[in-house]
């Protein structure tokens, strides 16, 4: 009911011709340091964050990142160890310790990684050319299987890239170990992943500079957009499924230089603080996101909400469009409700938790795998009150884009 509630509400949006959004940012881990750097699609805005983590190998192929969109952090690798972090902390907090990666051989090194959130599965190709798929189980990796692509001689695949709206694999192969311009980039079935359906070249920025060896490889579904990168800069090109022909659109510089790329989704953005008012316990609700990030795809996404008076009822507001301070004032409530008041939904939801502040509540908004919701702005906030006519809550607003 809420799946056929919120697509109503994207629908609404449609008619309205509301403005798409997308506010993601390609992040990668860098050589020096090593750290994990962000960029914004559209200005290139830096953001860095060092990492507790061994430097990388000396394979020059070595390295790669992985964003995972269940649990927010990133996966990272130096080509043989791999540990994930909380990359949207500016303190990259680990996530999950370092522990060896397993490859298809001695002496074969990781080259890059992509993340399939429907299965929860890590992607990873090593120096030898093969392809290893592993189950994620917390922090443990199960190796589920591999297969090899063929390559001519010289040649590494040195990025890759997981297209869940069109279940492909874009892989990014270049001569990692000479001083070549730019890479292949080719395109193969999920079904299939080592059987390339096409290959092209990717060689300049849109100005006509010669990039250099390409040594990573992301993919924006939203945008329908690759980002590849020889370390220095990183181009963004369109890329025709049918002959994997690129059309370079624009280039962003990184003065510390990337050695694998992934997509961060868009961050929500909290407006408001929470309040309540007697007689409900003095609680500092908070509302937040649940499940992993508001990306296509994700069915299991969750609206919540923390910090609550326990054992009371409480109200989820949703809309099209961002939280707009000042807000309106509904008495008896503590603070404004900063969603759009025009054709909000509203949906009841019990507070559970053993007394005081420990009330938790939360709201299932599948997001379906439909190219359609892509930018879409909404809103949420949560309101109570402690019994009728005695006492309410209320939570901060929260702005969030549909992404990939």
Known sequence: MLATRLAAVLGCALTFSLPAQTGGRFLGLTVNGPTIRSQDFTT???????????????????????????????????????????????????????????????????????????????????????????QINGCSLTIVSQCLVPLPPGLTITGIAFDASQQRLLYCIS??????????????????????????????????????????????ACTDEIWATDGLRVVAARLNPSDCATMPLRCCDSPNPFVGLSIEPPAEETVGIGCTSAPCANCAPVHFFGNGDSIIGNLDFTLDASG?????MCVFLLNVGPCTPPGFTLPPFCAPLLVPAAGVLSFSQPVNGAGGCTGTASLDVSLPLNLANCGFVMSSQVLGSCQPGAGTFVTNCLTWVVGS
């Open 44 to 134: 290139c805005a830096e953001q860095e964050c060092n990492l507790v983590f061994p430097g990388l190998a000396a394979n020059p192929c070595a390295g790669g990142c992985a964003y995972d969109s269940r649990t927010r952090g990133t996966w990272v690798t130096n080509g043989s160890l791999i540990a994930k972090f909380d990359t949207r902390d500016p303190a990259c907090p680990e996530q999950c310790p370092v522990q060896t990666l397993a490859t298809s051989g001695p002496g074969a090194v990781a080259t890059g990684m992509a993340f399939d959130h429907a299965l929860n599965r890590l992607l990873v190709t090593d120096s030898n050319g093969v392809l290893t798929t592993f």
């Open 175 to 220: 001569n990692c170990e000479a001083a070549a311009a730019g890479g292949i980039v080719a395109i193969a079935a999920y079904a299939d992943p080592c059987n390339l359906l096409c290959a092209s070249a990717l060689l300049t920025c849109p100005d006509g500079s010669v990039l250099g060896t390409l040594v990573g490889l992301t993919y924006d």
């Open 308 to 312: 609550l008076p326990s054992g009371a």
